[in-house]
């Protein structure tokens, strides 16, 4: 709600500085740029408080998301160990998920050279 009213309180100056100009006469594209100019330079003065609210209630926003994330990426990762384990322990047999036929060990990693041998000659696996 903060950051809907102070982005309705920046329309509102843009729109009075904008109806001030035109009653002294500017028009034009010059009214449109006086006003931008004009409405930006007022609300950093006028609109500090709104503002820092609206930045509170964003970062909140932004803290909440990057958490989710940061839980959601910790589940998948365990997820993942727990398939590498089975896969790697002889626990499953065949295909298991993320391993497709003729990948290996399922990890899409391209093997190490041999000692002596050019890494950049090496046989695609």
């Known amino acids: 709600m903060a950051f809907l009213r102070y982005t309705l309180l920046r329309v509102l100056l843009f729109l009075v500085v904008a109806a001030l100009l035109w009653i002294v006469g500017i028009r034009g594209v010059w009214l449109v740029l006086f006003a931008i100019l004009g409405s930006g ?65 399922g990890r899409w990693t391209k093997p190490a050279p041999t000692p002596g041998q050019d890494p950049r000659k090496r046989d695609e696996a």
Do not use: H
């Open 41 to 105: 330079i007022i609300s950093v003065f006028a609109l500090s408080r709104s503002r820092d609210a609206a930045s509170v209630v964003l970062a909140n926003r932004m803290s909440k998301i990057k958490s989710r994330m940061a839980e959601r990426t910790a589940a998948e990762d365990a997820w993942d160990d727990r398939q590498r384990a089975k896969s790697e322990g002889g626990g499953v047999t065949g295909n298991t998920v993320g391993k497709e036929p003729g990948m290996g060990d």
